[in-house]
């Protein structure tokens, strides 16, 4: 049987740490976190559960944490998680035949998450299943750190996993609006590192045509709204995450 490393980079997570720990505590070969010197009991939690913790700084880019952790994996397979992400039995038991296999044919696999938001999963408005790649054999994968959502890049061949990631990203309105100003400020970041931009057709793009296109799709060709109130709210406000990173970047310039 092969062996795994959880790895996880946090920043002021000590709500969340203790039971993603325990989640993957049984499966975990070696646990590492890397820590961005948070200003709570992250780090000393993540200890007391046994885990390797890394202290260093939070930079804005928080895959270039992700990616610190990765590095200092020692074991056969990487299973890279977020502070607020969760491994049910069902997961853990995928992942667990993945390891007795020893399929040395793949490399990584992209696995679904289910996003609890404002009281319930998200299953419509392209919110589920959400696949993405967190299990990858190490060396074999990594993050590029250049942008908000990025997903790793995989050396080789890719499978699928059925269960999914619980991920318990905003159960709350003011943790989902702290999250949003972090995703915006980057976004902005990013706009404003663009070169030989046509200053008309961007303000254009961003202020009315990305938030339309995207409530369209998201709330209407993607059936937001079966996902009642909560499903508008997401759809409103992800929309919205266009014109509010272009103002931004231009108060910022």
């Given at each position: 049987m092969e062996t795994l490393s959880v790895v996880i980079a946090t920043?002021?997570?000590?709500?969340?740490?203790?039971?993603?720990?325990k989640s993957v505590k049984d499966i975990a070969d070696e646990i590492i976190v890397v820590d961005g010197s948070s200003q709570d009991k992250t780090a000393d939690l993540a200890r007391e559960l046994g885990a390797k913790v890394i202290v260093t700084n939070n930079p804005s880019i928080f895959h270039?944490?992700?990616?610190?952790?990765i590095d200092n994996a020692t074991k056969d397979w990487v299973l890279q998680l977020d502070a607020d992400e969760r491994v049910d039995k069902a997961l853990k038991?995928?992942?667990i035949d993945i390891l007795k296999k020893n399929d040395?044919?793949?490399n990584g696999y992209w696995i679904p998450r289910k996003n609890f938001f404002l009281g319930r999963y998200l299953m419509k408005g392209g919110q589920y299943p959400d696949y993405t790649i967190r299990l990858y054999r190490r060396g074999k994968g990594h993050l590029p750190q250049k942008s908000v959502h990025e997903q790793a890049t995989v050396e080789g061949k890719v499978g699928y996993l059925?269960?999914?990631?619980?991920?318990?990203?905003?159960p709350s309105f003011k943790r989902y609006l702290i999250r949003y100003n972090r995703y915006t400020n980057l976004m902005a970041d990013e706009l404003r590192s663009l070169k030989n931009k046509n200053k008309l057709s961007e303000s254009i793009k961003y202020l009315f045509i990305s938030p339309v296109w995207w409530f369209v799709m998201s709330y209407i060709r993607h059936k937001g709204?079966?996902?009642s109130w909560q499903g508008f709210v997401f759809s409103f406000f992800s929309s919205m995450r266009f014109p509010v990173s272009y103002i931004k970047y231009l108060v910022r310039k």
């Open positions: 920043y002021n997570e000590e709500k969340n740490i203790t039971d993603l720990i270039i944490n992700k990616q610190k952790a038991d995928e992942i040395s044919s793949i059925t269960h999914p990631l619980i991920h318990f990203a905003d709204f079966m996902d």
